[in-house]
């Protein structure tokens, strides 16, 4: 039944519902909530309150399995359990009962914190960070059933006891595992008090004892270039893809939150980085990304989008934290990793509206005919050329006092999201995210871009992504236009197709 935002179903809600046990008042709340302005309609969120890291990303029996940090209580970090939902089709979400929460005695007490799910020979497994603070240890837990609603915890958790003796650790938490040479190995997130982030390498022939052997790969608190990558690594995802390794570590200290991207070789059981990189440059709203490997091999990676508002705001919606489309992670021959969104979310598209050959001078408006939209896709050529920048115009309010760039600088080297005037509410973050990028010799800029309400998704070149959220104080902030400044850029074409709900496919 779609109720609400979201394809919801009721499988076996019932089953699982002591924690919350107030089922019925949430499908209630998606279905009042869909009316929330800045609340996407194509993205996944819960149907209801807080929602962090994407976790235990499996495709299971064909079908796509997402978990996620989320208190099922309120719109505030806290009571730390895994909400659950799948898919067939990576774009639609079915909600399923909360799979993992906090016992009221044992090794998870404050939290069942993040996490990973592998098939170990047919048993769906989780490896998660069970907290019982000041510990912060892995622990699993099993399913048997087909679709993954009932988890069992290891009488034996938390399965890592404690942390590497003879390591001086700021924190550690967090996992990432595979399988190699018939073996299980996995990283632990830490950050090395003096040194920098860490992922700890174990490994374990059966999930259940793991032995330390070293770091996988140290970073350096001290080295901001190319960019630092702070005191401590939460949610470090290794992937395998192929000629070359990545190392995705969630770079934290106290207000610090973005993702960094290492591509490097693994040999010896260590990693060593060749090229270090911002993988989005939103910062804080794509954060401690995960993957899982499809049927078809695709590595597909989502990450958590925060918010950019008050937490009295998000408190008042009743909702907080957006899950990014899924994107296709690939090896680029340059060395980067190449990210796509996945063709699946063109089922979405609607009728398309197209626009070529444009002259964009400074100042000018209403280039696209009126053009709108808070829930559409475009795809944009645009040459920059004697301009010092150029791009899009997005949610912009008829007089002008509303709007959000998106644009290359071409002096800077730089991919900018000026988010100064997206809102006329003073409580809602406004601060420019903006990091290098160069379009490559005589080519226009490349933009695929997602506008879903308060969120932003634009992927530039294949490769370089920006993230953001917005909150346009106004209704009628919905215009789409062309910019430039310093001289006049070119659009080559733009296609806009307005894109559907997902709760209404
Ligand atoms: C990252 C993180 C993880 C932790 C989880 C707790 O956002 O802080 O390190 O496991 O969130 O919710």
Redesign the pocket.
Known sequence: MAIGTIWFSTVNYEANSSFPSRIAAQIQRRSEMSQNRHRPRYHFLPPANWM??PNGLIQWRGRYHMFY?HNPFAAV?GN?SWGHAVSDDLVHWHDLPIALRPDSEGVDTDGC??GIAVNNNGVATIVY?GVVEPAQLACIATSTDDDLIHWEKHPNNPVIKSTPPDLDLVAY??HSVWREDGMWYQVVGAGIKGVGGAALLYRSHDLVDWEYLHPLCVGDVNQRDPVWTGTMW??PLFLDLGEKHALLI?AWDHATFYTVCMVGTYANKRFTPELTYKIDLGDNFF??PQAMRDDQGRWLMWGWLQEGRSQEAQVADGWSGVMSLPRVVTLRPDGRLGLAPAPELKTLRQAPKQFHSRSIAPGQRNLLDGLQGDCIELIAEIEVGDAEQGGLRLRCSPDGSEETLLYYDRNAGQLVLDTSKSSSDPSTERTNRSGPYRPAAGEPIRIQLFIDRSCIEAYVDGWCCLTGRIYPAHEESLGIDLFAQGGTATLRHLTAWPLNDIGRP
């Open positions: 962090n890291d940090q970090w730390m914190f993040s960070t938490r967090d939460e949610c969630s954060y401690a």
